[in-house]
């Protein structure tokens, strides 16, 4: 009877041991499958905000060719005030609304995939710039300016590179920083 009893025991005693050895393993599986999952959660979030940074870049370079191709456009000599622009001209302003367009995407993308708290100012600021230089070209005239004119002009253009300078600064943190 006592071997009886002994195997009774050591029966009881293995199933215990089966059931708190799978108890084990299934939480470390869960665990992992779980850190796994952050991880490719993580990654995926990464590629978003590399693939909406570049966006933005390519959209802001566009823009600043813009504003240097609408500097160069040539009016004609012989308008009057009243005349409309040149054609140049127009082209050029139209493709410039083009490229702002482009780039007021890029920013809206950059909102979804954030992190806004440190990327908003950036993007204000990359607006702001651009605002202003597009409003400076309105007053400018390369046959015919002032000094402060081309100041303006010029400070508008730096202020656009700065911009441009601050939003990489601010992305580079963004994506090398362990927190997601």
Do not use: C
């Amino acid at each position: 009877m006592n071997d009886a009893w002994g195997a009774v025991v050591a029966g009881v005693a293995a199933a215990i041991g089966g059931l708190l050895g799978g108890w084990i393993t299934a939480r470390s599986a869960v665990n992992q499958a779980l850190t796994e999952g952050r991880e490719q959660q993580r990654n995926w979030l990464l590629d978003q905000r590399l693939a909406a940074y570049t966006e933005l870049l390519d959209a802001y370079d566009g823009v600043k060719k813009r504003l240097q191709d609408l500097i160069t456009a040539q009016e004609d000599p012989f308008i009057d005030d009243n005349d409309p622009p040149s054609r140049e001209i127009v082209q050029a302003i139209g493709r410039l609304y083009e490229n702002r367009e482009s780039l007021a995407l890029a920013m809206r993308r950059i909102d979804l995939v954030g992190p806004r708290s440190a990327m908003q100012p950036a993007v204000e600021a990359i607006t702001l710039a651009v605002e202003a230089a597009f409003r400076t070209r309105l007053n400018y005239s390369v046959a015919n300016h002032t000094d402060e004119e081309r100041t303006d002009w010029l400070r508008a253009l730096e202020s656009v590179n700065a911009s441009q300078i601050t939003f990489v600064e601010v992305a580079n943190q963004v994506l090398h920083s362990n927190d997601l």
